[in-house]
Each structure stands twice: as C-alpha cells, then as structure tokens.
C-alpha cells in the first residue's frame, strides 16, 4: 500500500497524527502551507472570520502534488470554523484525487466532526473516504487504536 499524507497545521497537534502516519506506513509526507501564514489563535480567528465575510480564500504557497503513484491519500486538517480550512478546500479541490482511497483525519478543540466530513464528501465525490478519524481536546481519540484497525 503506497500511501501519502497531506496535512496542514498552525501548532502542531495535526502534524503530531501525520507524523504516527508517515512512521506506520513509510508515508510520503506533503505539508500545504497558505501563502501568508497564520499567526497566534485571536489574530487567526479574526482573519478567518474576514476571509468568510469577503468570501476570500487564501491562496496557496504549496504546489499541488501528484497523488497519481499513491493508493491511500491521508488528508489532515485542523477544523477551522467549524469545517475543514478554506485554503485546505481549495488544495483537495485542486488536487486529483478521482478514484483514490482517502482518509481524513481532523483535529479540533470541540465542534466539526460532522461537518468536516460533510464538506470532504462534497470536495471528493469520486474518492472513496474511509476510516475517518476526529480528535478533539475535550475527547482525544485514539490515534494508535484508529492506525490498527486501517486495512
Ligand atoms: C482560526 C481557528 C479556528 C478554529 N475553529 C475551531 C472550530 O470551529 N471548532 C473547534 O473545535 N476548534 C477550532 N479551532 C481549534 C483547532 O481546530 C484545534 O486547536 C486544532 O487541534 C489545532 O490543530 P493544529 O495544531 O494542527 O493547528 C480553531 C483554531 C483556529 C486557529
């Protein structure tokens, strides 16, 4: 199973699951960065909630790979908003990901697990999502249990 990790992550804790990842199945790791980052957690709040207003999505620093060698693409994200992060939508929906296998993976502090995987759906009607797997601080999921039962 040849498998990559995409994932971004303002302060870490998305990064630490992609890591386990990329170390149980020798993983192609891919990091998406926005082209301006994000600062602390108020000044980023207060430019998602414009960038919702305006309707404006940041634009990309990262490239969109090619995930054409891979059978298992692991998409990871922290929520932001309540749902996976705009610019983060705008790389799935650039990125070809027709006919692949994905699993997500999203971290949050409490809200989002429905929706997340709600607007995945609509991102990749033509992957296959499995095994999604929704942390947040409130209730940490097992990251090792979910990596186990990945078949
Ligand atoms: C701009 C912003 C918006 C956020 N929105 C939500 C949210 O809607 N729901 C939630 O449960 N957590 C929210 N969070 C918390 C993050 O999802 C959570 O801390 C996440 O685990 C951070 O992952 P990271 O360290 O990989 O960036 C938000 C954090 C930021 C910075």
Do not use: H
């Not at 998406?32 to 709040?45: D, I, T």
């Not at 995930?67 to 693409?73: E, G, N, W």
């Not at 990749?124 to 942390?135: A, R």
Request: aromatic share 12%.
């Amino acid at each position: 199973m040849k498998c990559a990790v995409v994932y971004y992550s303002k302060t870490g804790v998305t990064k630490r699951i992609a890591d386990q990842i990329q170390a149980k199945f020798n993983a192609d790791i891919y990091p998406v960065e926005p082209e301006k980052a994000y600062g602390g957690f108020l000044s980023s709040v207060a430019r998602v909630v414009g960038e919702k207003i305006s309707k404006k999505s940041p634009a990309l620093k990262t490239a969109v790979s090619d995930f054409a060698p891979y059978d298992i693409v692991f998409i990871g994200f922290p929520v932001w908003a309540g749902t996976v992060p705009d610019f983060m939508q705008t790389y799935i929906r650039k990125a070809n990901l027709a006919g692949k296998r994905i699993i997500p993976f999203a971290t949050a502090s409490t809200t989002g697990k429905e929706s997340s995987l709600k607007t995945l759906k609509a991102l990749l009607p033509d992957s296959t999502i499995t095994d999604y797997f929704y942390t947040n601080s409130r209730q940490p999921a097992d990251v090792q249990t979910w990596l186990d039962g990945i078949k």
